[in-house]
C-alpha cells in the first residue's frame, strides 16, 4: 500500500510539476517525501521554494524549507 501511494504521488508530481522529472534523485525524494505528507496540491503552494528549485537555487530553497510550518511540524525529518 505504501509503494502505491508514493507511486501516486511521483506520477502526480510529474503530471502537476513537470520540473520535477528533471531533477536528480535526491532531489525528487526530498519533494516526494513532502508530497507524500503535505500532498501534492499542498507542495505546489511552496511557490518560492518550487521556484528556487526550479532555477538550482538549492541552498534558498532548503532555507524556505526550514522556516515553513511543515518544517516544525515534522521536526527532525526536515533537516535530513
Not at 46 to 56: K, N, W
Amino acid at each position: 500500500m505504501l509503494l502505491n501511494d508514493a507511486m501516486e504521488v511521483t506520477l502526480e508530481l510529474s503530471e502537476r510539476w513537470p520540473h520535477w522529472t528533471k531533477l536528480d534523485t535526491v532531489r525528487q525524494i526530498v519533494l516526494a517525501n513532502m508530497a507524500f505528507n503535505l500532498g501534492v496540491t499542498g507542495l505546489l503552494k511552496f511557490s518560492h521554494t518550487l521556484t528556487a528549485v526550479s532555477i538550482g537555487d538549492y541552498q534558498g530553497a532548503a532555507q524556505r524549507m526550514l522556516q515553513s510550518k511543515w518544517a516544525t511540524q515534522v521536526g527532525k525529518r526536515a533537516e535530513r
